[in-house]
């Protein structure tokens, strides 16, 4: 029996049903506010107008008591019916004590009850509910406290009390909760629709990283993510790709220096322990015996030379090496460091230039500037050309110290300008005639430049010249 393997839920999936419940909640919440408030605001104006028919009708009752006359019941009875037929309303008037004056006989006197009677001496009544014996729908009660001052001058007490159909307000009600429940559904179904568009291409999205990194945790690094500009992931893939690219060329860099770590190891000690095995068991003679110790010795320096360089880089990306700031005069120095390789450079017959007026006085760490500059000059004397130039340039400019050394030669391509300072980066060229090095020198030269607050720059023109500037503050 074949099984079907069960599909893994995209990651939008959640952000789907979370979105879902958010924008549901937030609908409903906003919806019972406007419903609460559309609600109010029809019930405030249902009882303004019942408050001010009454209010109108008190003034008409008030005026024709203020008669000179006497006022009949037949007046009053008269002008409340009259009340009736034009708002719609069912109106009952009490005197002081209660009694019903209109529309006699004491019906519905249970509206003007001792606890309303007591409501009346702060404020107006105002309730909505189920006031007439036989009612069957709600009911909104107004009642006014109101005084008629008697042409003899006494001033009576009077109430008037008016029941209007409230059916409307709550029909309106229901009318607002099914418009809210009729939106809120086709804003679901408009949200779930136009999301799982969105959402499936985002998964596509994601399931095309998915597949790249999956790719890399395997060890291949040679797959990109491809995603078209305007989607949503494309900077996150551009990210993921630009991340390939830096571990690739890691790893690039960290194969190249396993093979020439490996040989540079492999040499010097294949030489080391040919000769000391020729020594010990007499292949070699007695007499030629100081000739072959002293090549040992100069393998064991250039193995304790590998080892040093590897040392102090792993220092200088630990942040452990400290700075011991002194007056240094830089021309001095490079002076200095050009005559160790005064031979090589008589060899190629190679013509320095710049150092005759040079005077640049900085404050530095001076070991680590020799080592900087010892480098720069090792690496224009091995590559400068037979009969060639090497020009320095040493000056300060606002507060910064500017040391160019610069070859004349094969110089070096555009591509390889930016690797040009990458830990064990060696170019075709220095491969072939740097036999000795392990292309430590520039990145180690590069992190004392940093350590001291500058920069150093390469310029090159292919089959011209090479240059590098190194750019510091004066005074650390």
């Known amino acids: 029996m074949t099984l079907r393997k069960k599909k893994t839920p995209g990651l939008s999936d959640g952000y789907f049903k979370l979105g879902g419940l958010l924008l549901f909640v937030g609908i409903l919440l906003t919806g019972v506010v406007m419903v609460c408030m559309a609600v109010a605001a029809y019930r405030d104006t249902v009882q303004t107008a019942l408050r001010q028919s009454l209010e109108t009708l008190t003034v008409n009752i008030t005026e024709a008591y203020a008669r000179d006359n006497e006022t009949t019941e037949e007046e009053i009875d008269k002008l409340i019916r009259t009340a009736e037929v034009e708002y719609h309303n069912s109106i009952w008037f009490y005197d002081a004590g209660g009694k019903t004056l209109y529309p006699g006989k004491g019906t519905n006197s249970r509206l003007l009850t001792p606890s309303v009677r007591a409501y009346l001496e702060t404020d107006d009544y105002m309730q909505m509910g189920y006031f007439s014996d036989n009612a069957e ?13 008697r042409s003899n001058g006494e001033v009576e ?41 969105g959402a499936r291409r985002l998964d596509d999205q994601f399931e095309a990283v998915t597949k790249v990194t999956s790719q890399y945790a395997e060890g291949d690094f040679s797959a990109r993510v491809e995603l078209p500009e305007h989607a949503t992931l494309y900077p996150f893939g551009c ?31 294949t030489t080391i322990g040919g000769f000391a095995d020729g020594i010990l068991d007499g292949t070699i003679p007695e007499e030629q015996h100081h000739k072959y110790i002293k090549i040992i010795a100069e393998e064991i320096h250039r193995l304790r030379t590998l080892v040093n360089s590897m040392l102090n ?26 005559l160790m390789f005064e031979k090589r450079i008589s060899d190629k017959n190679v013509e320095v230039e710049g150092l005759e007026d040079a005077a640049l006085e900085v404050k530095a760490d001076e070991d680590l500037m020799f080592q900087v500059l010892y480098n720069l000059i090792e690496n224009a004397v091995k590559f400068v050309n037979e009969g060639g130039v090497i020009s320095f ?13 610069k070859n004349t030669g094969e110089g070096l391509a555009d591509d390889e300008l930016p690797k040009i300072f990458d830990r064990f980066y060696k170019t075709d060229t220095s491969r072939s005639q740097d036999k000795t090095g392990l292309g430590l020198g520039l990145s180690i030269a590069r992190k004392i430049v940093h350590l001291h607050k500058g920069h150093i720059v390469v310029k090159s023109v292919k089959g011209e010249y090479t240059s590098f500037e190194v750019q510091f503050p004066v005074s650390q």
């Open 239 to 269: 990210t993921i790709n630009r991340m390939a690219e830096f571990i690739e060329q890691n790893e690039t860099t960290r194969r190249n220096f396993v093979a020439n770590v490996s040989h540079e190891l492999r040499t010097p000690m």
């Open 137 to 149: 729908a709600p009911e909104l009660c107004c009642i006014l406290r109101f005084f008629i001052e």
């Open 313 to 338: 880089l792993t220092k200088f990306e630990a942040g452990e090496m400290q700075l011991r700031i002194s007056n240094v005069d830089m021309a001095k120095l490079v002076i200095k460091t050009v």
């Open 157 to 197: 007490c009077y109430y008037l009390a008016a029941i209007s159909d409230a059916s409307n307000v709550t029909e309106y009600s229901k009318m607002l909760v099914q418009s809210l429940v009729i939106c809120l559904l086709l804003a679901m179904l408009l949200f779930m629709l136009l999301f799982r568009i």
């Open 393 to 405: 340039s040493l000056t300060q400019e606002k507060g910064t110290a500017h040391v160019v050394v």
